[in-house]
């Protein structure tokens, strides 16, 4: 089945530690979202790709990297200066073959610190 | 974008139709209305989206006023599966600039046995 696959589910960081979250998807989708989910609130934008080798910076980039070599790969990397990283993590994709189409999502990954 | 105002929270007995308004009443000609739902701990999963025209797929009915400043997702016959936050986003379509859905709070729909 397509879809968007997320790794892993749980993810502990220590401090001062980088650790990186997976997002893979086999829908052939050219653009790729990173979102953060804090508890009871709505979702905010992180990066975002609309082609291979090429981002953006969403509305709280700082503390965050992302590279995107392949299209069906964007990886995040949660680094040391993400000084409150502990939140769930949502990455999403979406065609840009016609205009509004729905992004997906995957599952998540729920990032704590130890 | 243009904001959206949905109710906190709504109840519905299993088997009935579930009916979540939504208002965006500062929408202009070209944002698309869409609709997703979240259960605890998962993703966003898309539900729905239109523009101006009534639009049904398998999973809910979306009905958007004539003047656009409201929508209303139908379920029609709700099952305890279908608890969950359910949210009304509104995105101008940017000719491919399709990035940042901008999710509020949303309404909590609980599905009653």
């Known amino acids: 089945d397509g879809g968007i696959t997320q790794s892993p589910k749980y993810l502990f960081r220590k401090e001062g530690q980088n650790v990186t979250l997976s997002c893979e998807q086999n829908?052939?989708?050219?653009?790729m979202y990173w979102y953060r989910q804090d508890p009871g609130q709505g979702l905010r934008l992180i990066y975002y790709s609309q082609i291979v080798n090429d981002f953006q910076k969403g509305d709280i980039a700082e503390g965050y990297s992302v590279s995107r070599e392949k299209k069906e790969s964007f990886p995040l990397t949660v680094t040391s200066a993400q000084k409150n990283p502990t939140a769930f993590y949502l990455c999403?994709?979406?065609?840009?073959?016609?205009?509004?189409?729905?992004?997906?999502f995957g599952d998540g990954t729920r990032l704590s610190i130890l | 974008d243009a904001k959206t105002t949905q109710p906190t929270s709504m109840d519905c007995a299993e088997g009935r139709a579930a009916n979540l308004p939504c208002n965006h009443s500062t929408i202009s000609g070209n944002e698309y209305v869409y609709w997703y739902r979240q259960i605890h701990s998962q993703g966003p999963q898309y539900i729905i989206h239109?523009?101006?025209n009534n639009e049904t797929n398998e999973m809910a009915s979306l009905i958007i006023t004539e003047d656009r400043k409201s929508s209303t997702l139908i379920l029609p016959h709700a099952t305890l599966r279908d608890t969950a936050v359910y949210y009304c986003?509104?995105?101008?379509?940017?000719?491919?600039?399709?990035?940042?859905?901008?999710f509020g709070k949303g309404t909590l729909l609980t599905v009653n046995p």
């Open positions: 986003i509104v995105r101008v379509d940017s000719g491919g600039s399709n990035y940042k859905l901008t």
């Open positions: 829908l052939n989708h050219d653009a």
């Open positions: 239109g523009l101006k």
């Open positions: 999403a994709s979406s065609s840009y073959d016609r205009p509004n189409q729905p992004q997906h």
